[in-house]
């Protein structure tokens, strides 16, 4: 954790602006760019935030394919033989709405330990019969969240590819030149104040 705490500290006091006589232009226009990149990034997450959160408020129940979800209620329960359960789950009379505002009624399967009177959930076909439940939603948020992290890494990626290639074409030859001549330079007063 100090090795991460150090590094980051380093990273600061490399990149901060500051009065440092020892720092050059390319130094400072460095510093800019970092600044700029991660400026970029964090406005980069916004749309990738609303991305992710997607329109969970408005997804659908289940699927456009006939189900319905009802409220059935249970007339008369039915115990399982032995009082053990063959199936998944067990049977009962209950009754319930059709799509067409028809009342219904029949032997479905319901919650375990239902008594009469009780309510639950029962999808129905379009005709009203008792179907098998719609299969969730679990998908697209998944996949926008996906698509969301792929945004922010893409983003992230490309930053940091165009930081290094700014810095090795452009900034680092600058700093070499500067280098080079700040050396001949320092190499010519010191020839002209050695003694001869």
């Known amino acids: 954790m100090m090795q991460v705490a150090d590094w980051m500290v380093r990273l600061v006091r490399r990149y901060r602006f500051d ?3 020892l720092r050059r232009r390319s130094d400072r226009i460095e510093s800019a760019m970092v ?3 991660l400026v ?4 980069g997450v916004w749309p990738a935030l609303i991305l992710g959160q997607g329109d969970r408020g408005t997804m659908p129940v289940g699927p456009d394919d006939g189900r319905h979800l009802v409220t059935a209620v249970v007339e008369e329960a039915a115990a399982p033989p032995g009082g053990v359960s063959r199936g998944p789950l067990p049977k009962a ?6 799509p ?4 219904r009624t029949g032997m479905v399967s319901a919650p375990a330990g239902v008594g009469v ?3 639950f959930d029962l999808w129905i076909d379009d005709q009203g019969r008792p179907t098998t439940p719609s299969p969730e939603p679990s998908g697209p948020p998944f996949t926008v969240t996906f698509a969301a992290a792929e945004y922010v890494l893409a983003t992230a990626a490309l930053l940091f590819a165009g930081f ?3 810095r090795r074409c452009f900034l680092d030859r600058r700093r070499y030149r500067e280098w080079d001549a700040a050396w ?3 190499n010519e007063r010191w020839r002209r104040s050695r003694p001869s």
Not at 40 to 43: F, G, I, P, Q, T
Request: proline share 3%.
């Open 40 to 43: 970029v990034l964090l406005l």
């Open 93 to 98: 009379r209950a009754r319930w709405t059709a």
């Open 164 to 166: 290094v290639g700014l």
């Open 19 to 21: 009065d440092n006589p």
């Open 35 to 37: 600044v700029g990149a």
């Open 100 to 103: 067409d505002g028809s009342a």
């Open 117 to 119: 009177g009780a309510a």
């Open 184 to 186: 001949a330079a320092a």
